[in-house]
């Protein structure tokens, strides 16, 4: 039961900007500087680092090594998380696994890219030599084949995903660290009228690259405890798949590995869909959130747009969604994108939320997205579910 006996007791974000103008590893700084000020938690207690993927470092192979070098830590744990947009949970999940072995105490769990500043990234796979070349260039397209495939099987309704849309803008609207170009109300008829990208993918539709890090501060809930914590989030449940159907040939793009990843997820927990207090699945595109609602078991397959429409997902509704913006509403950080919605969803346990304070903080589920299949939707999925303590 190694994730429930380990607690999360700091959180920090830096602003989302559209460029950053300091390097990737001063924003690291940044964020354990906040959390060591927010916990009292001294750097020389800090002997785990757990990174997520960045485009920044993609090229290093010895990134965690050399930002743990230039934060001036040393460690008994030390590791970068490559599963893409699914990499900030994932980095948890090991990171309780590593404390529970006895090779660390405290981790701190970094998520910093700078992709618009100094992208990294060099695609060696079926991307150059099977996509690109057809003219299926981005995530967009991609999305955009994933929509129109939902659509033919099941219809989509665009007012319900422009509900969708709004509900993150008025998150970010609130939200201090969201991006400012991103932080304007936005109308339905604002999504609807929004420029198309990859019919039937509009721009609201889509996340904006942006710079920024988040992090958490984890260590056993017993040490916790001794260190007079008297507030602090457990992961309760946790779920990971990567190539979901990878053997079958005849695969369905609307289906994905949450499915099985969140099944096991709400197991751990005790949970199931109706009992989720708040939702902050990742967000590339709008028609993700769709896809996980159905997966997840918040409602049927085919019957994602139908609960919708019959659903508030603003911050005081039935099932707050992303209340921080998301990444679509509050900036995505590169493959540092899943810190936003894990961070917010911590933020919201701690009550710590402000005027877009949920009032339910029983629990609630994060899912992360990381990277995208050829002829499928995303390579790994995965789900966790925090309670708070304390």
Same mark, same amino acid.
């Given at each position: 039961?190694?994730?429930?006996?380990?607690?999360?007791? *700091?959180?920090?974000?830096?602003?989302?900007?559209?460029?950053? !103008?300091?390097?990737?590893? &001063?924003?690291?700084?940044?964020?354990?500087?906040?959390?060591?000020?927010?916990?009292?938690?001294?750097?020389? /207690?800090?002997? @785990?680092? %757990?990174?997520?993927?960045?485009?920044?470092?993609?090229?290093?192979? +010895?990134?965690?090594?050399?930002?743990?070098?230039?934060?001036?830590? /040393?460690?008994? +744990?030390?590791?970068?998380?490559?599963?893409?947009?699914?990499?900030?949970?994932?980095?948890?999940?090991?990171?309780?696994?590593?404390?529970?072995? *006895?090779?660390?105490?405290?981790?701190?769990?970094?998520?910093?890219?700078?992709?618009?500043? /100094?992208?990294?990234?060099?695609?060696?796979? $079926?991307?150059?030599?099977?996509?690109?070349?057809?003219?299926?260039?981005?995530?967009?397209?991609?999305?955009?084949?994933?929509?129109?495939?939902?659509?033919?099987? +099941?219809?989509?309704? +665009?007012?319900?995903?422009?509900?969708?849309?709004?509900?993150?803008?008025?998150?970010?609207?609130?939200? /201090?660290?969201? %991006?400012?170009?991103?932080?304007?109300?936005?109308?339905?008829? !604002?999504?609807?009228?929004? =420029?198309?990208?990859?019919?039937?993918?509009?721009?609201?539709?889509?996340?904006?690259?942006? !710079?920024?890090?988040? @992090?958490?501060?984890?260590?056993?809930?017993? =040490?916790?405890? &001794?260190?007079?914590?008297?507030?602090?989030?457990?992961? #309760?449940?946790?779920?990971?798949? #990567?190539?979901?159907?990878?053997?079958?040939?005849? $695969?369905?793009?609307?289906?994905?590995?949450?499915?099985?990843?969140?099944?096991?997820?709400?197991?751990?927990?005790?949970?199931?869909?109706?009992?989720?207090?708040?939702?902050?699945?990742?967000?590339?595109?709008?028609?993700?959130?769709?896809?996980?609602?159905?997966?997840?078991?918040?409602? &049927? =397959?085919?019957?994602? %747009?139908?609960?919708?429409?019959?659903?508030?997902?603003?911050?005081?509704?039935?099932?707050?969604?992303?209340?921080?913006?998301?990444?679509?509403?509050?900036?995505?950080?590169?493959?540092?994108?899943?810190?936003?919605?894990?961070?917010?969803?911590? =933020?919201?346990?701690? @009550?710590?939320?402000?005027?877009?304070?949920?009032?339910?903080?029983?629990?609630?589920?994060?899912?992360?997205?990381?990277?995208? @299949?050829?002829?499928?939707?995303?390579?790994?999925?995965?789900?966790?579910?925090?309670?708070?303590?304390?």
């Amino acid at each position: 039961m190694a994730l429930r006996d380990t607690a999360i007791v *700091g959180h920090a974000e830096t602003k989302i900007v559209p460029r950053s !103008d300091v390097d990737v590893w &001063e924003l690291g700084a940044q964020v354990m500087e906040s959390l060591m000020a927010r916990t009292g938690v001294e750097k020389d /207690e800090i002997d @785990g680092l %757990c990174l997520s993927s960045s485009m920044t470092g993609a090229g290093n192979p +010895f990134w965690s090594q050399a930002t743990a070098d230039f934060l001036g830590l /040393e460690l008994g +744990f030390c590791q970068t998380v490559d599963i893409g947009g699914s990499s900030p949970l994932g980095a948890m999940a090991r990171s309780a696994a590593a404390i529970e072995a *006895g090779l660390c105490e405290t981790v701190f769990l970094l998520f910093a890219d700078t992709q618009a500043r /100094e992208s990294a990234q060099r695609f060696r796979s $079926f991307h150059p030599e099977f996509q690109f070349p057809t003219g299926l260039m981005g995530p967009p397209a991609v999305f955009g084949l994933i929509s129109n495939r939902y659509d033919h099987q +099941f219809g989509l309704d +665009f007012e319900a995903l422009g509900k969708l849309a709004v509900a993150q803008r008025n998150g970010a609207v609130l939200n /201090e660290n969201a %991006c400012e170009k991103l932080r304007t109300p936005i109308t339905v008829e !604002d999504y609807l009228n929004s =420029r198309m990208i990859y019919e039937p993918i509009r721009l609201l539709d889509c996340v904006m690259v942006n !710079d920024g890090a988040s @992090g958490l501060l984890l260590m056993s809930r017993k =040490r916790a405890k &001794e260190k007079g914590y008297d507030k602090f989030v457990v992961p #309760t449940g946790y779920g990971e798949r #990567t190539n979901y159907k990878e053997a079958d040939p005849i $695969f369905d793009p609307t289906e994905s590995g949450h499915a099985v990843a969140g099944q096991k997820a709400m197991a751990a927990a005790g949970i199931t869909p109706k009992d989720v207090c708040s939702f902050h699945p990742y967000d590339d595109f709008i028609i993700a959130i769709l896809l996980q609602l159905e997966a997840l078991g918040f409602c &049927e =397959r085919g019957q994602g %747009c139908a609960y919708v429409n019959e659903t508030d997902f603003n911050f005081g509704g039935d099932l707050p969604l992303n209340t921080g913006g998301g990444q679509i509403s509050a900036g995505q950080p590169g493959l540092a994108g899943g810190g936003v919605n894990l961070v917010e969803a911590v =933020r919201q346990l701690f @009550g710590e939320a402000g005027e877009r304070q949920v009032k339910n903080t029983r629990n609630a589920m994060v899912t992360g997205i990381g990277g995208i @299949g050829y002829g499928r939707n995303w390579n790994t999925s995965t789900v966790a579910i925090l309670e708070p303590d304390g």
